[in-house]
């Protein structure tokens, strides 16, 4: 599965943000997907994933109601939509898919995208 993201760019404190992601293969629905990002200095960590079908979704505490991810399966896509944007949010976002199953751990992705730039700024 190749993964491109796109998206991302600068925005001002308390902004939005909507980034995308779309996959190559057609049995995507058969992939659960996740955002993580990585800010300047820091290790990539887990933002939101979401399960084949939706059904299960998952948070990082910091993004809770303020990010929602989701997909389109017809169109093998992913989004994560990110309002009330804070300048620790500044970071690349990379999104991921692995067979079945959501996952926090990035180690259990197979697949990820090349990353787009999320820059916050007061």
């Known amino acids: 599965v190749q993964l491109q993201a796109y998206g991302g760019g600068w925005v001002q404190t308390g902004g939005s943000l909507r980034l995308s992601c779309v996959a190559s293969?057609?049995?995507?629905?058969?992939?659960?997907v996740a955002w993580f990002r990585q800010g300047p200095g820091k290790v990539r960590e887990f933002v939101a994933a979401?399960?084949?079908?939706?059904?299960?979704?998952d948070y990082r505490e910091s993004v809770k109601g303020r990010f929602t991810v989701s997909r389109d399966n017809a169109e093998n896509t992913i989004y994560l939509q990110m309002n009330s944007l804070k300048t620790e949010d500044t970071a690349v976002y990379y999104c991921?898919?692995?067979?079945?199953?959501?996952?926090?751990?990035?180690?259990?992705?197979?697949?990820w995208g090349q990353g787009t730039l999320v820059t916050v700024s007061s």
């Open positions: 293969r057609p049995t995507f629905s058969n992939y659960a």
């Open positions: 979401t399960s084949r079908s939706e059904t299960n979704t």
């Open positions: 991921a898919a692995r067979p079945w199953y959501v996952s926090e751990d990035p180690r259990q992705y197979t697949y």
